[in-house]
């Protein structure tokens, strides 16, 4: 029997919000069961690259209820293990696959950062799509305090995704792989579009202008800061740095490389003082840009009862990826 794939690739990157970390707490179980349906039928896809999970084992009943796999060898390894870095915080991150789309991990290919700069941490992996194509994913997460923290780590997801891929077999070394990484950024992205008029802009408006200074924007809000005589307080405006880093690195960010409009990914839940923004992306490397299809964010009562995030998914054209197995 021949099985048929189609040549939508959905990419999805969600932020659990505590997933396992405190399982005895009131209602914990019910919360992730939501979350399992949310990704089983009311966001469904091929790969998810996740964030915040509490261990390995939870991670990995995760996937196991999906009915989709996540296990992998290093380098020089013949066992296989978790794509799961559980960070130094225990915050963890991972990587997820749907064997039923044609979907396999390559051999050698999964990386974990744990002892790298990262406040979390990152996992990839290489995905063999079929018809000679693979597929380099990664999840992220980046550290909560801002800057100089973000910027470093902003860095070092450049040089993950975009440059030749040290710790994977010898057939890839000096090798660029297309690529895509889903992260909560924790800050909005520095992408910027060209107008008609030939200037360039940021593609995300700034969510902070406008607003009244809080304490908490000390986090949020980049040095030096812009005194506002009113109050004496700064002018709140969104630290752009990381984002910066990122698209002048190679790094683009689906919404804005397919010139649609901004969603908010978080900022509805009410220990979240900032107001509604976009902090989970999905970005590609350049060998990646002429696949992307589409990119939408889910919203549904199962998604806002159980995570202070909401999932974005972009869409991949199978048939446009390039073929880099090699030869």
Known sequence: MTRTVRDELTIGTWNLWEHGMYPKRAGEHERYDRQARVMADQARAHVWLLQEIGDAASFVALAEMLGMDCMAAASGESATSPVFDPGGRGFGVGVMWDPAAGISAVPGTLRVFTRDVFFHGVASVVLDLGDDRLLHVASGHATPWGAPQNIAEAKRWVSIMT????????????????????????????????????????????????????????????????????????????????????????????????????????????????????????????????????LTVVDTEDVRASSDHRPKQLTLRRSLIPRTIPS
């Open 163 to 294: 440059r030749p891929n040290r710790g994977l077999p010898a057939e890839f070394a000096g090798r660029v792989l297309p690529g895509v990484l889903g992260t909560d950024s924790n800050a909005v992205t520095g992408d910027r579009v060209r107008r008609e008029d030939g200037s360039w802009v940021y593609h995300a408006a700034d969510p902070f202008e406008g607003q009244e200074w809080i304490a908490d924007m000390v986090y949020q809000v980049p040095l030096p800061y812009e005194r506002d005589e009113r109050t004496g307080y700064p002018v709140p405006r969104a630290d752009r740095g990381a984002g910066d880093v990122l698209w002048a690195g190679g790094l683009h960010d689906a919404a804005a490389v397919l010139g649609l409009p901004v969603v908010p990914t978080t900022g509805y839940h009410p220990v979240d003082p900032y107001g509604p923004r976009d902090l989970d992306h999905l970005r590609v490397n350049t060998a990646l840009l002429g696949a992307l299809a589409d």
